[in-house]
Every structure is written in C-alpha cells, then in structure tokens.
C-alpha cells in the first residue's frame, strides 16, 4: 500500500504507539511460576521431589525419586509400585503418594 504523506508511516512505527501489556516481574503468580522453567524462576527450584508410596495391597510405605528412572517394587508384596516414563513416574493404580518436604 502506498501512503502519501511520511507523516502516518511515522506515526505507525512511533514507539510510543505500542502499549505493552503490564506483568508484575517482582510478584508472579503461583501458577506462573510452575509454568516457568526451573532455571528461569524468581528464586531457582528443582522440579523432581521425593515422596512416600504407599502400596494398595500390603499398606507397606516406599520412599520413591518423582523420576525415578527404574520399576519400584514393594518391599512387602513385590508389587510395582510405580512405571517409569519418559518425565515423572506413573504411578500404579490404587497407590496413593504423599510429597516428603524438608525437614
């Protein structure tokens, strides 16, 4: 398209002519910050955890790595406990897991 004057072809590319959407950097939300790779984040944290299986037949508690890599078996009934994938693990159904914080 042609424009005949320079003046409008100014005015388009003007930087004061472009708004930026406002984001608090400082104050992110909750869901943000989970969204955000772990280097990138406010304050670095990993997203791999440890947590406590508890198996569905036996009741027998398990300490298991969030990606793990390997089968976990119970130590009581020799069932799997969880599958691995390509990320976390999946969990057998009927285990129910509880994330171990810091102490």
Do not use: W
Not at 52 to 60: A, E, K, L, T, Y
């Amino acid at each position: 398209f042609f424009v005949d004057s320079p003046l409008p072809s100014l005015l388009l590319h003007h930087p004061s002519t472009f708004t930026m959407p406002l984001k608090d950097l400082l104050h992110p939300s909750a869901t943000d910050e989970k969204r955000t790779h772990k280097l990138k984040r406010l304050v670095q944290s990993p997203n791999s955890f440890f947590m406590d299986v508890r198996c569905d037949n036996c009741f027998n508690i398990t300490t298991v790595f969030s990606h793990a890599q390997t089968v976990v078996v119970c130590t009581g009934c020799a069932m799997a406990l969880c599958q691995p994938t390509g990320g976390r693990t999946r969990l057998t159904d009927g285990c129910k897991y509880r994330i171990k914080r810091d102490s």
